[in-house]
Nanobody, 115 residues
């Protein structure tokens, strides 16, 4: 059974940093496209960052380029999202996704950026 469990969200002031974790079980992250999405109230779910299988190449939404970094630890079967220089518009539920021919989703972790 595939399970993705996110953690690390919370309340942070603008300009601060958070690191999100997505611990996977039932699959090997190294061979999956692993992504972070986010969904703010009243808005569609959007792709934030993706790390590609095997190569580890990454891509990012324009809104987070230079501020967020996606990475993975294959030994821990965990994907991370380091978020720096947080802005109020980064407030959303952040959701981990694993994809090959199937899509798997976590439950999400709330990130709130507010002074």
């Amino acid at each position: 059974q595939v399970k993705l469990v996110e953690s690390g969200g919370g309340l942070m002031q603008p300009g601060g940093s958070l690191r999100l974790s997505c611990e996977a079980s039932g699959l090997t992250i190294r061979v999956f496209h692993m992504s972070w999405y986010r969904q703010a109230p009243g808005k569609e779910r959007e792709l934030v960052a993706r790390i590609f299988p095997v190569s580890g190449n990454t891509n990012y939404a324009d809104s987070v380029k230079g501020r967020f970094t996606i990475s993975r630890d294959n030994a821990k079967n965990t994907v991370y999202l380091q978020m720096n220089s947080l802005k109020a518009e980064d407030t959303a539920v952040y959701i981990c996704n694993a994809r090959t021919t199937n899509d798997y989703w976590g439950q999400g972790t709330q990130v709130t950026v507010s002074s």
